[in-house]
């Protein structure tokens, strides 16, 4: 690639993926935006990195030994390999279940959620504005590359989205209704978290079915990316494997 290399700002046409194992990801599943890979020198006994050199040569993939680059672009002095590739688009399955999030806003967290996704059989990932940027390395990283293996689909609100489609809604809530335990998911369904700070708005009670997830009154209320993964979990025991 002809460009200077900087480190990750939003308004970017391509993105990096830090660390071996997500470098994989994308190269398993997106290996046609792949514009190059950097490799470290001192990831020669690694035995990731040896695959991925190996899927380069087999791809006429460009690669580069840069450990000065690295170390600017990662804030991580253990990143062996970065891949540097053309930001996707997507659009969620119409005929899909699908995982909502409105107004996330930590990195972390969102990454984490993506990975717990296909954890529990979930493929499409609906976000609504404002929103955390989902090509944000530090999204890629924590996802483990899993967001390579997703649709997903920004929205301005979320009456657009249900303008879009007609999933069964069930909007995840503090206050919810119905337990966790008593929901019966309708497929193709529409799970709804809200951000990690405020949750969802009451306007939220009315828009569908709305389930809590009991815990001890010791707290408030659980991690959004914790309480996506007892939802997650708990929807794939009846749900169909299909993806």
């Known amino acids: 690639m002809g460009k200077q290399i900087r480190r990750y700002r939003k308004n970017f046409d ?4 830090l660390g071996v194992f997500p470098t994989i990801e994308l190269l398993s ?11 470290s020198s001192r990831g020669e006994e690694n035995k990731g990195v040896a695959e991925i050199i190996g899927i380069c040569r087999d791809n006429d993939i460009q690669i580069e030994v840069n ?10 002095g253990n990143c062996y390999s970065i891949g540097i590739f053309r930001k996707f688009q997507t659009r969620l399955g119409s005929d899909k279940n699908h995982l909502i999030l409105v107004n996330p806003s930590d990195m972390g967290n969102l990454g984490t959620i993506i990975r717990t996704m296909r954890g529990f059989y979930m493929a499409n990932l609906g976000l609504i504005r404002p929103s955390a940027d989902i090509f944000d390395p530090r999204v890629i990283r924590s996802s483990m590359g899993s967001i390579f293996q997703i649709s997903f689909q920004y929205f301005d609100s979320i009456e657009e989205y249900i303008n879009s489609f007609n999933n069964s809604l069930y909007t995840f809530m503090t206050n919810g209704e119905k337990t966790l335990s008593e929901v019966s998911f309708k497929e193709p369904f529409s799970v709804v978290f809200g951000n990690e700070s405020s949750g969802l708005s009451e306007r939220y009670l009315s828009l569908g079915t709305s389930v809590n997830i009991p815990h001890s009154k010791s707290i408030d209320s659980l991690n959004l990316s914790v309480s996506v993964g007892i939802g997650l979990y708990e929807i794939s025991k009846n749900m169909s494997r299909v993806e």
């Open 14 to 17: 391509y993105s990096y993926s």
């Open 29 to 39: 599943h997106k290996k046609e935006n792949v514009l190059k890979i950097l490799i």
């Open 67 to 76: 450990d000065k680059l690295i170390n600017r672009l990662s804030p991580k």
